[in-house]
């Protein structure tokens, strides 16, 4: 398993409060998403989506080369729980999204919405969105579009004022309940609690695949390369800075901001493949 590129940008550009990481072991490779925390709950001087990161990187450094996808769940699920107050409502607690490769099994674990890439995948397959996010995001542009129709915002001044996130928050503010249970809105998150097995992705690498892309939802879109993901997410970027359209969120890019998200990108390739 080599390192063909690897990149952790944060979105203030400030390594120190990033909570997006890339762990690579012999064994395994993860790209770890901390979660944002709208519950305002500080772990010392860091966020709780950078609590979370940090238990789950930690546990991944761990994992012996044979563990099943579930047993790794578990280990992460656990170390985190370890750091944190038991009696934490589920809103409020810090939470992670992961994608795993092993390479003893050849298979990618798949915990919430850090996406996967390989040549021939579509990308709905490895790019899962969260249906709970996807409504918070029409929402807050309903919102949006309603307050510049109505003469009460410029759009230009989306990223002082934002009436539509602000909106969101009845949604989000919330949407911790639904994480780690089944229904039309559960979603799957490393966040201490026990995860239903079928919220587990577990999915085989065809034996002729020899690269993979394991990157965090900072990225829209997936690329063959770093640069090529980059580009579109520049070009994005450029065409949609609120998030309103083609990158449709809770938030857009905020004041000090060089993106909307962390992002975090690995390419690895499978020798003699």
């Known amino acids: 398993m ?12 400030d390594p120190e409060v990033c909570e997006d990481a890339i762990i690579v072991t012999a064994e395994h490779a993860a790209v770890i998403d901390g979660a944002t925390d709208v519950s305002g709950r500080r772990y010392g001087d860091m966020t709780g989506g950078w609590w979370a990161m940090v238990a789950c990187r930690d546990a ?26 038991s009696e934490l409502i589920a809103s409020e607690r810090p939470s992670a999204a992961v994608t795993v490769y092993s390479r003893a099994r050849r298979e990618i674990w798949q915990v919430g919405d850090a996406g996967f890439a390989y040549r021939g995948l579509c990308a709905s397959v490895g790019q899962p969105r969260k ?17 510049a129709a109505a003469g009460t915002i410029s759009m230009d001044r989306v990223a002082e004022v934002d009436p539509g996130r602000l909106a969101a928050r009845a949604l989000t503010g919330r949407q911790g309940a639904l994480r780690n249970s089944i229904g039309p809105y559960g979603y799957a998150a490393i966040d201490g ?22 990157a965090s939802d900072g990225y829209p879109v997936i690329g ?7 580009s579109k997410l520049a070009l994005l970027l450029e065409k ?9 969120g809770t938030k857009g890019v905020l004041p000090g901001q060089g993106s909307f998200d962390d992002r975090a990108y690995l390419r690895i390739r499978f020798p003699g493949r």
């Open 2 to 13: 080599e390192i063909v590129e690897q990149f952790v940008q944060g979105k203030y550009g």
């Open 60 to 85: 991944v450094r761990r994992l012996p080369r044979d563990v099943d996808a579930h047993t790794a769940v578990a280990a992460m699920t656990a170390e985190l729980a370890a750091r944190i107050d």
């Open 131 to 147: 249906l709970v996010d996807e409504v918070a995001a029409s929402f807050r542009a309903a919102v949006l579009a309603a307050e």
């Open 193 to 214: 609690r026990p995860i239903p097995p079928s919220l587990v992705v577990v999915h085989p690498v065809p034996d002729d695949i020899d690269e993979l892309v394991i």
């Open 224 to 230: 063959e390369t770093l640069a090529e993901s980059e």
């Open 240 to 248: 949609d800075p609120w998030c309103v359209a083609e990158l449709a």
